[in-house]
C-alpha cells in the first residue's frame, strides 16, 4: 500500500517518508506552460476535465511522489454560488465583493453547482490513468479563506474589510460563513463520490485571526466541515491546513478531529508533532536555490528534527512559479532514499 495512505490510516512501520507538494502541477514546469494555452482563462481551464487531468498527471509523470492532487482552484466554490470571479494576468482572482446579506441573497439566486461538475469528470479520468498505487488528493479552500476573498474581491494584506465588517456586522459574516460551509462539504463529498483518496483543507489565511475570532471563524467552521463529511464518508482521511496560525496550530489540533495538519514554513513542526500528525513545513523558496547542497542541508533539518516521528514531507505553501524543475526532482528523490 501506498506510504502515505499508510501515514494517514496511523500504520506505524513507515518505510519511506511519504512526500507530496503542494502546486505541485502548475506554471513551474514547461508542459504545463504549453497546456495552459489551450483555455482561453484559467478558470475554463479547471473546468475542462481533459486539461485539468492532463495537469494533475504531469508532476506524477516527472517526480516519484507519493500523490497526485486533482488541478483546480479553491475560487471554483465562490462562482459556482453566484460570485462573479475572473483570474487577471498579473493581478489574480478578481471577485465582485458581496458584504451584506441582501446581496449575497442576490448571489444565491444565480448559484448554479453544476458547474462543478467538470472537476469531478476530471477526477473521474484522472483515477483512471492514474496509477494504482498513487492516492489523488481533492481539496477545498476554508471557510474564512473564501469568504475574505468574497468580501475583499481579491488578494489582500490588511484584510481591511472583511476584518471590520465582522466587528461591525458579524450576523452577515456568520451568514456568508454557514453558506460556505455547506458548499464546501458538498464540494468535499462530491470529490469523494468521485474518486479521490484523500482529502485537504486549505485556509490560507487563518493566521490573521486572534483569539476568540480563530475559534469562531477557523476552528468551529473546519470542525463542521469535517463532521459533516464524516457523517457520509466516517474514514476519509483529511489533512487540514490552517496557514500561518503561528501558536493558535496548538488549539487547532486539540479540537479538530482532522488526520493530520500541514504546516507552514513560519511555524515549528515540534509545536504539535507528539499531537498529531503533520505535514510540511520546507520554505518553498528553498527551492530556488541554486545549490543543491543548500537545499540539502534546509531538508536535512527537517528530516532530523522529526527523526522517529511520523510525518509526511511537504513545503510551507505551493511550489512557486519560478521553480526549476531540477530542483523539485532533487528534493523528492533525497526525501524518498532518506534513511
Keep these: 500500500?501506498?506510504?502515505?495512505?499508510?501515514?494517514?490510516?496511523?500504520?506505524k512501520e513507515i518505510v519511506?517518508?511519504?512526500?507530496?507538494?503542494?502546486?505541485?502541477?502548475g506554471r513551474y514546469l514547461p508542459e504545463?506552460?504549453?497546456?495552459?494555452?489551450?483555455?482561453?482563462?484559467?478558470?475554463?481551464?479547471?473546468?475542462?476535465?481533459?486539461?485539468?487531468?492532463?495537469?494533475?498527471?504531469?508532476?506524477?509523470?516527472?517526480f516519484d511522489l507519493d500523490a497526485a492532487i486533482i488541478f483546480s482552484d479553491i475560487l471554483v466554490i465562490p462562482d459556482s454560488i453566484g460570485v462573479n470571479v475572473a483570474f487577471e494576468e498579473s493581478h489574480g482572482p478578481m471577485l465582485e465583493p458581496i458584504r451584506s446579506i441582501k446581496d449575497l441573497d442576490l448571489c444565491l439566486e444565480k448559484k448554479q453547482l453544476s458547474k462543478l461538475d467538470p472537476i469531478y469528470t476530471a477526477i473521474e479520468k484522472t483515477k483512471e490513468k492514474l496509477p494504482k498505487n498513487i492516492p489523488l488528493?481533492?481539496?477545498?479552500?476554508?471557510?474564512?479563506?473564501?469568504?475574505?476573498?468574497?468580501?475583499?474581491?481579491?488578494?489582500?494584506?490588511?484584510?481591511?474589510?472583511?476584518?471590520?465588517?465582522?466587528?461591525n456586522n458579524p450576523e452577515f459574516i456568520k451568514y456568508?460563513?454557514?453558506?460556505?460551509?455547506?458548499?464546501?462539504s458538498k464540494h468535499l463529498i462530491n470529490q469523494i463520490k468521485a474518486g479521490v483518496d484523500i482529502l485537504q483543507i486549505f485556509d490560507s489565511w487563518a493566521g490573521v485571526l486572534t483569539g476568540n475570532d480563530y475559534e469562531e471563524l477557523i476552528i468551529k467552521p473546519t470542525q463542521e466541515i469535517i463532521k459533516k463529511v464524516r457523517n457520509i464518508y466516517p474514514h476519509i482521511p483529511i489533512i487540514s491546513?490552517?496557514?500561518?496560525?503561528?501558536?493558535?496550530?496548538?488549539?487547532?489540533?486539540?479540537?479538530?478531529?482532522?488526520?493530520?495538519?500541514?504546516?507552514?514554513?513560519?511555524?515549528?513542526?515540534?509545536?504539535?508533532?507528539n499531537e498529531k500528525l503533520v505535514q510540511g513545513n520546507l520554505d518553498p523558496l528553498v527551492l530556488l536555490s541554486n545549490s543543491k547542497d543548500f537545499i540539502k542541508r534546509r531538508v536535512d533539518d527537517i528530516l532530523v528534527n522529526m527523526k522517529d516521528?511520523?510525518?509526511?514531507?511537504?513545503?510551507?505553501?505551493?511550489?512557486?512559479?519560478?521553480?526549476?524543475p531540477e530542483?523539485?526532482?532533487?528534493?523528492?528523490?533525497?526525501?524518498?532514499?532518506y534513511r
Design 241 to 273: 491546513f490552517p496557514r500561518m496560525s503561528g501558536l493558535n496550530i496548538q488549539k487547532f489540533v486539540k479540537l479538530v478531529d482532522c488526520d493530520a495538519v500541514s504546516v507552514d514554513q513560519y511555524s515549528s513542526l515540534n509545536l504539535i508533532s
Design 32 to 62: 504545463y506552460k504549453l497546456l495552459r494555452k489551450e483555455a482561453n482563462n484559467f478558470l475554463s481551464f479547471c473546468y475542462n476535465p481533459n486539461l485539468a487531468m492532463e495537469a494533475t498527471l504531469q508532476p506524477i509523470r516527472r
Design 137 to 167: 488528493i481533492g481539496f477545498s479552500g476554508g471557510a474564512w479563506t473564501l469568504a475574505s476573498y468574497i468580501v475583499e474581491g481579491k488578494l489582500t494584506k490588511d484584510f481591511s474589510i472583511i476584518k471590520p465588517l465582522y466587528y
Design 16 to 25: 519511506k517518508i511519504p512526500i507530496w507538494l503542494m502546486r505541485q502541477a
Design 327 to 337: 530542483n523539485v526532482e532533487f528534493l523528492v528523490n533525497y526525501v524518498k532514499n
Design 176 to 184: 456568508l460563513i454557514d453558506n460556505l460551509v455547506e458548499n464546501i
Design 1 to 11: 500500500m501506498n506510504n502515505l495512505i499508510n501515514i494517514l490510516s496511523g500504520k
Design 309 to 324: 516521528i511520523n510525518f509526511i514531507f511537504n513545503l510551507g505553501h505551493g511550489v512557486v512559479p519560478n521553480t526549476p
